[in-house]
């Protein structure tokens, strides 16, 4: 892809600041127009690395400032966009509706239009424009649990706790307000290829970890929560499913899709990682107990006693509303059409995520006090 100007949105959020990461370090040749509202998810010390780079700008912006984003296209001749701006957290949803409608679907199309106007005036149209939109596996709805047990399991075995997999033509039905609203900006940007005829590309993801993610989300709340010593809260009986993926492995897609990926299509992304909420819980645990006994000195990230460190910390908390029982991807079809494929063992992932946990408490408490 030949393009010189990219705007990430939501680039100072978890799997925003890997992607601006890998863009400014993989095309210095490329100016990265990082543009995040900095909403309690949006920190900018997750790009203190690249932040002083030549071809790295950052902008304060709302997506739903319509006439803010106009002038961005226009100052920064945006020929390509990478659109991970939204809210995100199911919990927040059910809370509270009305912000995720707008920035997640008014925001979108805010977003979309500012695109469209921009470009669709230009000598040369659309030639050589993206509009890549981050989406996620949710707004497929939820999958039936059809094999009870099942290990932990890496990426050669890929045990499957059911039959289904959501494929690209998996039919929508949303559950959550955060899945609703994601199904919806998803309409919208189909909606636009359809009508007006903007390049888009749309990508469903499964549930990401790694470094970075706001301690609110399962992983890093439960690393936070064991290191407080403080009760690990598991939804209902801890059996719903999650397909989980190493946060860099999603970026390699996304570097992927946007560079490769045919214009009008979808691409589901997934980890081939099936796992049950509380089997993720009970790894967490061992992993952080194992590395307090080899290593002890990394006790004095412990706010607890270490003998603490148990199975006992685990909580049984009255189920999520309309709680989806689980999320699986067949990723088929980037994987034969893109040659992606996701290279992190989850125990490998899950482990460093910890120890990037543990080596940076300090980002913890900044982005929890901010
Ligand atoms: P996040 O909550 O960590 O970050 C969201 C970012 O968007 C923050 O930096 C925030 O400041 C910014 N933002 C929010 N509202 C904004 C607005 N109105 N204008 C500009 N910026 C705004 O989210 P994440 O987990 O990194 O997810 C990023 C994207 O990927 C989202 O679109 C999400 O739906 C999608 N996704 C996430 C996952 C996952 O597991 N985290 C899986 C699949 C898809």
Known sequence: MNRRSIVITGGAGFIGSHVVR?????????????????????????????????????????????????????????????????????????????????????????????????????????????????????????????????????????????????????????????????????????????????????????????????????????????????????YGDGSNVRDWLYVKDHNKAVDMVINNGRLGEVYNIGGFNEEKNINIVKLTIDTIAKIMKEEPEYRRVLKTDVTKISYDLISYVQDRLGHDARYAIDPEKIVTELGWYPETPFDKGIEQTIRWYLDNQEWVEKVLNK
């Open 22 to 234: 890998l863009f400014v370090n993989k095309y210095p040749d490329y100016h990265i127009i990082n543009l995040d509202k900095l909403t309690y998810a949006g920190n900018l010390t997750n790009l203190k690395d690249i932040e002083n780079k030549p071809n790295y700008t950052f902008v304060k912006a709302d997506i739903c400032d319509f006439e803010m984003m106009l002038k961005i296209f226009k100052q920064y001749h945006v020929d390509g966009v990478i659109h991970l701006a939204a809210e995100s957290h199911v919990d927040r949803s059910i809370r509270d509706p009305f912000t995720f409608a707008r920035t997640n679907v008014l925001g979108t199309l805010s977003f979309l239009q500012a695109a469209r106007l921009t470009w669709e005036y230009l000598p040369e149209g659309y030639e050589g424009k993206r509009f890549y939109h981050i989406s996620t596996d949710e707004v497929y709805g939820a999958l039936g649990l059809t094999y009870p047990e099942g290990k932990l399991s890496d990426i050669s075995a890929h045990e499957v706790y059911g039959d289904e997999f959501f494929k690209e033509t998996t039919k929508y039905n949303p559950h959550s307000p955060y899945s609703a609203s994601k199904a919806s900006s998803d309409h919208f940007v189909h909606a636009f290829h359809d009508t007006y005829g903007v390049p888009t590309i749309v990508t469903h993801c499964s549930n990401n970890y790694g470094p970075y993610q706001f301690p609110e989300k399962l992983i890093p709340l439960i690393i936070k929560n064991i290191l407080e010593g403080k009760k690990l809260p598991v």
